[in-house]
């Protein structure tokens, strides 16, 4: 439905979002790994040793021992670092370059960081609530994702975002237009398709984490709904120009003339 590509939303009590871009950096780095630079067989066993795989979780399957990388609760987080192709990487990483920094910066860098990773265990949760037995690995930062949107929209629904709408027209949005739109599709998309091949149901998870979690671990302070309105850093607001003391000062008073005061 929409890209996001910038906001105007500037960090106000942190400098530098660090888990936002170490989580990145990571997703990054595993994915080349398990991907590009890896071979078929290596990749595959990454992802069924790492990713979520329902029947595991609730107990109709096993894995073969030699591909245990982790312990099974483990996999409800690590499924998360794991992409499919370059695209699914990309679009993950670009939501969270966009409304992670301002997340990070209401809740503070370990707090955010246990957000991000209960968002994603609440995605995989959901996911396995409805696929039980499904023996297909679940993969991708989709529901952490989704987590960080919905408390992004909790904390600033009025700040300017532009976003690329139908992939090809750029527009500068209040936040609460795009993200109430792109919350209201997972759930549509989770009832119309609660087992397609897209896990909506990993992103409705996130998304239901992110809107209880923002509000018990962002900062002391930090309002819910702020009503700030940023303006976008190419809008410059017309003022009234500056006068010295010498153009305040009142005109001199002419003397009176034979034919009465001066007007």
């Not at 991000?116 to 297909?136: D, F, I, K, N, P």
């Not at 949005?173 to 759930?187: N, R």
């Amino acid at each position: 439905m929409f890209i996001p590509l910038h906001d105007t939303n500037s960090l106000k009590h942190i400098k530098v979002q660090y888990v936002t871009i170490g989580l990145i950096a990571i997703n990054i780095v595993i994915w080349l790994m398990t991907g590009p630079l890896a071979s078929q067989n290596f990749a595959n066993a990454t992802v069924l040793g790492l990713g979520y795989i329902p029947a595991l979780a609730f107990d109709y399957a096993q894995l073969e021992p030699s591909l245990v990388l982790v312990p099974e609760s483990a996999t409800y987080v690590t499924y998360a670092f794991l992409h499919t192709d370059f695209w699914h990487l990309a679009s993950n990483m670009l939501f969270l370059w966009v409304f992670g920094d301002n997340v990070e910066d209401a809740l503070g860098h370990f707090r955010y960081l246990v957000f991000y990773l209960l968002c994603a265990a609440a995605g995989a949760l959901t996911h396995g609530l409805v696929e039980t037995s499904s023996e297909a690995p679940l993969i991708g930062a989709s529901g952490a994702i989704s987590g960080v949107v919905a408390a992004y929209l909790m904390l600033h629904p009025k700040v300017r975002v532009w976003v690329l709408v139908f992939f090809r027209i750029p527009l500068p949005l209040p936040a609460f237009i795009p993200l109430v739109l792109w919350i209201l599709q997972q759930f549509v998309m989770f009832a119309l398709e609660p087992r397609g091949a897209i896990s909506w149901g990993a992103h409705v998870g996130g998304i239901l984490a992110g809107l209880i979690l923002v509000v018990v671990l962002r900062r002391r302070g930090v309002p819910l709904f702020d009503r700030t309105l940023v303006t976008p850093k190419a809008v410059v607001p017309v003022t009234a120009p500056v006068t010295t003391l010498e153009q305040q000062k009142p005109p001199p008073r002419r003397p009176p003339t034979p034919w009465g005061r001066p007007s």
